[in-house]
């Protein structure tokens, strides 16, 4: 069964660094888009980061320039580096990929099970 299963985050100041990471797992034969979504308290889920399987990112407007999407094939992992945060990027970061698993070769959508990212002092 595929899976994708997140680490890291927790508790930062404003103006610090985290990185959280996603891995995907189970039988898979192969991992297209890898994207990055939060949901913060109230609030809709939205999109952060997405990159494709060459390597091509797009990001949400407020984190361009703060947020580094990057991925790593042989791991099947997708990580977001977050800088320079703000109480505003406090929520739950979500990892979501499309993939096609292996023998079946089905297509579907994952997603991970969420980290809390807070920023606070």
């Known amino acids: 069964q595929v899976q994708l299963v997140e680490s890291g985050g927790g508790l930062v100041r404003p103006g610090g660094s985290m990185a959280v990471s996603c891995v995907a797992t189970?039988?898979?034969?192969?991992?297209?888009?890898m994207k990055w979504y939060r949901q913060a308290p109230g609030e809709q889920r939205e999109f952060v980061a997405q990159?494709?399987?060459?390597?091509?990112?797009q990001y949400e407007d407020s984190v361009k320039g703060r947020f580094t999407i990057s991925r790593d094939n042989a791991k099947k992992m997708v990580s977001l580096r977050m800088h320079n945060l703000s109480p505003q990027d406090t929520a739950v970061y979500y990892c979501?990929?499309?993939?096609?698993?292996?023998?079946?070769?089905?297509?579907?959508?994952?997603w991970g099970q969420g980290t809390q990212v807070t920023v606070s002092s």
């Open positions: 979501n990929a499309k993939i096609r698993d292996s023998p079946d070769g089905r297509l579907g959508e994952y």
């Open positions: 189970g039988s898979i034969d192969r991992i297209y888009d």
């Open positions: 990159i494709s399987a060459i390597g091509t990112t």
